[in-house]
């Protein structure tokens, strides 16, 4: 696609329950990003694939976070139990290649409100 | 440690003003990656321009300009004559080269310009 698509683009969530938030990065693109954007602060990075291999899950805040990204493309981040802390704008970006120098294209964001 | 300090919160100005927004980063690498992102109000990141550490050479774009000091660690963006449309939050962002593609973020700097 011409940019990285993400839904849904509002999420309401009781406390306690699952949810999925979709990306659909730039056809071709090997890096794929996810972060965490809470209320006035910046992007904090969650996690990071190279094709469908999850390199880095470091920034997740707690194993009830889960991402995966099983063919290389579409990538699902799947949150468990949800808190109220969970509460941010979850982004998505990907780049065309893995280099520190790499411009990452970002989507609009998935904004998830718990109860 | 926050990598990357943006010590304005909000700046507000009035239409055709000049306003220049501080970006100071700190890093062990000698290796590193500069970037300013821009989010309006629709939440989605634009990125704005990159810079590599080795080279220091001020950058201008139109009605915007970057000056990179490393003397000081400091990447500071100028807009001048703002304009309505440069409203945004604007994010100063830094990789390094031995952390590879994570960028980290500051927490940004409001901008309001009115007419």
């Known amino acids: 696609g011409a940019g990285v698509s993400q839904s849904p683009r509002y999420k309401v969530a009781k406390r306690g329950q699952d949810v999925a938030l979709r990306c659909d990065p730039i056809?071709?693109?090997?890096?794929l990003f996810w972060y965490q954007q809470a209320l006035g602060q910046g992007p904090e990075f969650l996690t990071y694939?190279?094709?469908?291999?999850?390199?880095?899950k470091s920034g997740l805040p707690s194993d009830r976070f889960f991402a995966e990204r099983p063919e290389g493309s579409v990538s699902t981040l799947k949150i468990q139990r949800t808190q109220q802390e969970d509460s941010a704008v979850y982004l998505c970006?990907?780049?065309?290649?893995?280099?520190?120098?790499?411009?990452?294209?970002f989507g609009a964001g998935s904004r998830l409100t718990v109860l | 440690a926050q990598k990357v300090t943006q010590a304005q919160t909000e700046i507000s100005v009035v239409e055709k003003e000049d306003v220049t927004l501080d970006c100071v980063y700190e890093?062990?690498?000698?290796?590193?990656?500069l970037f300013w992102y821009k989010q309006p109000p629709s939440g989605e990141l634009v990125f704005l321009i990159r810079?590599?550490?080795?080279?220091?050479q001020n950058e201008i774009s139109g009605r915007y300009s970057w000056n990179f000091q490393k003397s000081t660690s400091s990447f500071n963006f100028t807009i001048t004559a703002s304009q309505v449309v440069d409203s945004a939050v604007y994010f100063c962002?830094?990789?390094?080269?031995?952390?590879?593609?994570?960028?980290?973020f500051g927490k940004g700097t409001s901008l309001l310009v009115t007419p």
């Open positions: 970006a990907s780049s065309p290649t893995y280099t520190g120098a790499n411009v990452l294209t």
């Open positions: 056809s071709g693109h090997v890096s």
């Open positions: 694939f190279q094709n469908e291999a999850q390199l880095d």
């Open positions: 890093t062990r690498d000698t290796t590193y990656y």
């Open positions: 810079r590599n550490s080795f080279d220091e």
């Open positions: 962002a830094l990789s390094e080269a031995n952390s590879g593609y994570a960028l980290n």
